[in-house]
């Protein structure tokens, strides 16, 4: 969720029909871009909003919509959604390193103790 960043799932395949969505960062929110060609359209398109983020106001092809929830439910012809907001407080930083990071103290914190008593289960 760093300004500048993208995430795009492109022609993805789905019993509807193939899924693009682009999701692009900015420094109050984020974008979600919307290019579907469903063979059979689903009731509703569904976003969900990140545990972390604390969505403030959103919009779907310039029409305000509530979350609920959690998540956004769209007409399935939505192609532009924007979401303002931030990061909830007190959310750590999310990345791949500072995941591997908690990974590996926590597999000392469990080696350690199985050096100490020889148990693999606490």
Do not use: C
């Not at 930083?93 to 990974?103: G, I």
């Not at 350690?112 to 693999?120: A, D, K």
Request: proline residues 7%.
């Amino acid at each position: 969720m760093q300004p500048g960043k993208t995430l795009a799932a492109v022609n993805e395949p789905t019993v509807f029909g193939p899924v693009t969505a682009i999701l692009r960062t900015n420094s109050d929110g984020w974008d979600v871009e919307l290019s579907n060609h469903f063979r059979q359209a689903p009731a509703h398109v569904i976003i969900r909003i990140p545990w972390f983020y604390e969505a403030q106001q959103a919009e779907a092809d310039g029409q305000r919509v509530q979350a609920k929830e959690g998540e956004l439910i769209l007409a399935p012809g939505t192609h532009e959604v924007r979401v303002k907001g931030r990061m909830k407080p007190g959310v750590s930083p999310l990345s791949f390193e500072h995941a591997v990071d908690n990974y590996k103290a926590e597999y000392k914190k469990r080696y350690q103790e199985f050096l100490r008593t020889g148990l693999t289960h606490p």
